[in-house]
Nanobody
Framework: QVQLVESGGGLVQAGDSLRLSCAAS????????LAWFRQAPGKGREFVVG????????YVEDSVKGRFTISRDNAKNTVYLQMNSLKPEDTAVYYC????????????????WGQGTQVTVSS
């Protein structure tokens, strides 16, 4: 079992930056594939970016490519989502997720989820 807790969300203006954090507790963090998903009001959950347990695989959705970066600090049991040049369409609840399986864009693939953190971008 692993528990995930996101933080760092908030209200920002278009063009601003935010860094989300996801702290993990429980089993060995370093073996987990990690990903960030988001869900905007009235929409389904959307994969944003993920990283394998080695940090060498990285899937980035086109809508955030060049603006969002995922990183992990296994010593701190934390995964980060750096979001730059934010746009109003990035407004959503952001979730981190973990699995011991390989990286996937499919949310059903992930076994553990955080509670989410709200990001609101005003125009």
């Amino acid at each position: 079992q692993v528990q995930l807790v996101e933080s760092g969300g908030g209200l920002v203006q278009a063009g601003d930056s935010l860094r989300l954090s996801c702290a993990a507790s429980g089993r060995t963090f370093s073996v987990y594939t990690l990903a960030w998903f988001r869900q905007a009001p009235g929409k389904g959950r959307e994969f944003v970016v993920g990283v394998s347990w080695t940090g060498t695989m990285l899937y980035v959705e086109d809508s955030v490519k060049g603006r969002f970066t995922i990183s992990r600090d296994n010593a701190k049991n934390t995964v980060y989502l750096q979001m730059n040049s934010l746009k109003p369409e990035d407004t959503a609840v952001y979730y981190c997720a973990a699995t011991e399986k390989l990286l996937s864009r499919d949310g059903n693939w992930y076994d553990y989820w955080g509670q989410g953190t709200q990001v609101t971008v005003s125009s």
